[in-house]
């Protein structure tokens, strides 16, 4: 099928055709129930690269698919300017200019090496995939895996493949929905019958495998009880606000108080519940852990994990990039947006988990390890402004009985799979996310954000418990089923029973095989395709 009309017409219908893809790729990170259309969402903009491959404007293709990703990454991201319209504009550009790149770069290479553009489509994106979570300005926020996020019972096979295996899925579909459209627009009824059947196949057969893998699961390992609180502070009101952190720690243990007993094994708190900075190295100087440990007198067997803002003070001769100085005192420190981890018994050691996935622009400037200066360039987010050190002390909290192990994750880092994944314990436990989403307020942000929390469930079949400070808190199950949830921006509590389950799945053993493959072999077809065309110009 290949678009044909005059000059001025032909341009409308590319543009038209660029448009309804962007359109499409967009929805289901803005209108959940709508998933299922990323499984067309590429067509039209495939058929617009096919009809321009052999243009004599090598960049016109590229032109087509930056209008369609621009259009996606605003619809699926334009919340982002809710917080900070300056890096809602940056990260959208610089992605979809990314994207586009990829896209055709496939192109191109098809061309060049005169093969479809299947093979080195699904290599370039799925190598970019994993590419995009593993560099400073890392942003996985719209792989097209997560798409299906919100259809945990669909994708239950996230746990061999992760969220690449969906973007493989949604790949391979978009081009079996063009080649069925290709038989019937040439009415080939004997193509239309054999194309139809193996499309409803691709289609159905990961279904069939995601509900057998889901009857077959049970429930097994022993239980905990766990109490986490909502605060439901105003980040841009109230959180932040230096005159109001005594009252908010204060409330927590008030609210604390009335919801813990003597069967309560892990009480949890949000993102930066203490948002003064506690020396990691001195601990007691801070008023707010001495609070805390004044909590812990009447429970003694009750584990905390809580967020904070931590610092380690630096010795002045090895400052590493992004640091920070204290003028008052005359010192460099390095800050942390951390996870505090009290265990239970009557001399606690405190823990540290220092967030490594930072949100580009926001809280690490991209690439200040290489120039130190840009670490002053971090963009303020709702009065809160400064570049957080990467160093990582703790991977994983362990009971004091050295019995459990819970695999910690802070807001951001809940969206890269093979990152939380590859911090899996063996011991038996949970995943205990702890967030703050209010900035984005009433947005697809927030529930988008929630819905990677049973993706990571399923991905490495542990309960998940999520902390968040407006919302959504809740415990999910290792299916990814939601058990319990806390409303939207309302204070709240909620209690229940989590599930220690022991074993690592294929993904997290393996990781993201199916992104690194991909990646090597796009790599490969860029070495071939320079290689042909290098032989075709000595030829002439």
């Not at 699904?122 to 996985?140: I, K, Q, R, S, T």
């Amino acid at each position: 099928m290949r678009i044909i009309d005059s000059p001025a017409m032909h341009t409308r219908t590319l543009t038209f055709s660029a448009l309804v893809s962007g359109l499409l790729l967009g929805l289901p990170w803005s209108i959940s129930p709508f998933f299922f259309v990323i499984f067309i969402a590429w067509v039209p903009l495939l058929i617009v690269e096919r009809d321009l491959n052999h243009h004599s404007n090598p960049y016109i293709v590229f032109n087509y698919a930056l209008l369609s990703f621009l259009i996606w990454n605003i619809i699926g991201t334009w919340w982002i300017a809710r917080a900070q319209f300056a890096g809602a504009a940056c990260i959208i550009l610089a992605n979809s200019l990314l994207q586009a790149l990829v896209f055709w770069l496939a192109s191109r290479i098809r061309t060049f090496l005169g093969i479809p553009l299947l093979f080195p489509l699904l290599m370039f994106w799925m190598g970019y995939e994993y590419f995009h979570l593993n560099w400073d300005l890392a942003w996985p926020w719209l792989n097209l895996g997560n798409a299906l996020a919100t259809v945990p019972e669909l994708i239950q096979w996230y746990e061999y493949t992760g969220v690449r295996g969906g973007t493989l899925w949604i790949i391979l579909a978009n081009f079996a929905v063009l080649k069925l459209l290709d038989s019937a627009r040439q009415k080939d009824r004997t193509a239309v019958i054999g194309m139809g059947t193996a499309t409803v196949v691709l289609f159905l057969f990961p279904l069939l495998i995601s509900h057998y893998i889901y009857r077959n699961l049970s429930e097994k390992g022993d239980a905990v009880e766990i109490a986490l609180i909502q605060p439901n502070l105003d980040p841009y009101t109230e959180k932040f606000d230096p005159d109001n952190y005594a009252r908010h720690v204060a409330d927590f243990f008030e609210t604390a108080a009335a919801i813990v007993d003597e069967r309560t094994d892990y009480l949890i708190g949000p993102e930066t519940l203490i948002v003064d900075q506690i020396d990691e190295n001195n601990p007691q100087a801070s008023i707010y852990y001495r609070n805390l440990l004044e909590f812990r007198k009447n429970y003694p067997n009750l584990n905390i994990i809580l967020g904070i803002h931590s610092f380690q003070k630096l010795d002045n001769q090895q400052i590493p990039p992004g640091s920070r100085f204290n003028q008052a005192e005359n010192f460099y420190y390095e800050a942390f947006n951390t996870a505090l981890f009290l265990p239970s018994g009557p001399s606690p050691i405190p823990r540290y988990y220092h967030k490594t996935k930072l949100v580009p622009l926001f809280e690490r400037v991209p690439f200040v390890q290489y120039l130190s200066f840009l670490g002053s360039f971090a963009l303020e987010l709702g009065g809160y402004s400064g570049t957080y050190s990467l160093r990582q002390e703790h991977r994983t909290f362990i009971s004091s009985d050295a019995s459990t192990a819970i695999l910690p994750i802070v807001c951001y880092e809940s969206i890269f799979g093979p990152y939380c994944s590859r911090n899996l314990p063996a011991k038996k436990g949970f995943i205990c996310m702890i967030t703050n989403d209010g900035w984005w307020k009433n947005t697809p942000g927030y529930r988008h954000h929630f819905d990677f929390s049973p993706v990571r469930a399923i991905e490495n079949r542990l309960d998940f418990v999520r902390a968040a400070n407006n919302g959504i808190s809740a415990i999910i199950d290792f299916r990814g089923q939601v058990i319990a949830r806390t409303p939207w921006w309302k204070r709240a509590t909620l209690n229940g029973r989590v599930h220690l389950r022991q074993g690592q799945t294929f993904f997290a053993r393996h990781g993201d095989y199916l992104g690194r493959f991909s990646l090597i072999f796009a790599g490969i077809m860029v070495l071939f395709a320079g290689i042909s065309v290098g032989l075709r110009r000595d030829r002439k």
